[in-house]
Nanobody
Framework: QVQLVESGGGLVQPGGSLRLSCEDS???????MGWFRQASGKEREFIAA??????????YYGDPVKGRFTISSDNAKSTVYLEMNSLKPEDTAVYYC??????????????????WGQGTQVTVSS
């Protein structure tokens, strides 16, 4: 059974950096994994995705974070990371890790993923 556990959130000043981690207890039996975020009062949005068993290492990013965020994976640790740089107040949100085990592909939609972590809060403020 897949269980995704996120960590690494917190409070950071504008321009700062954070690294989020997501450990997959299912030992990376996923085609792909992704990060999404949801700000207060807004819909959950796509941030980044990476191929695990499907097109391993291939990455995609949402427009708001291109050039600032980097997704990576450590297969030996069954962990996906989200390195966030040049953080802005508008990056404040709960960040969720997700896993796709149903079908090949590297999804960028909520419906592409069936397993979700509990979320970790990221707050960017001075």
């Amino acid at each position: 059974q897949v269980q995704l556990v996120e960590s690494g959130g917190g409070l950071v000043q504008p321009g700062g950096s954070l690294r989020l981690s997501c450990e997959d207890s299912g030992r990376f039996n996923s085609y792909s994994m992704g990060w999404f975020r949801q700000a207060s009062g807004k819909e959950r949005e796509f941030i980044a995705a990476i191929g695990i068993r499907w097109n391993s290492g291939r990455t995609y990013y949402g427009d708001p974070v291109k050039g600032r965020f980097t997704i990576s994976s450590d297969n030996a640790k069954s962990t996906v990371y989200l390195e966030m740089n040049s953080l802005k107040p508008e990056d404040t949100a709960v960040y969720y890790c997700a896993a796709n085990q149903r079908a090949g592909g590297i999804g960028r939609r909520l419906s592409d993923y069936e397993h979700w972590g509990q979320g970790t809060q990221v707050t960017v403020s001075s």
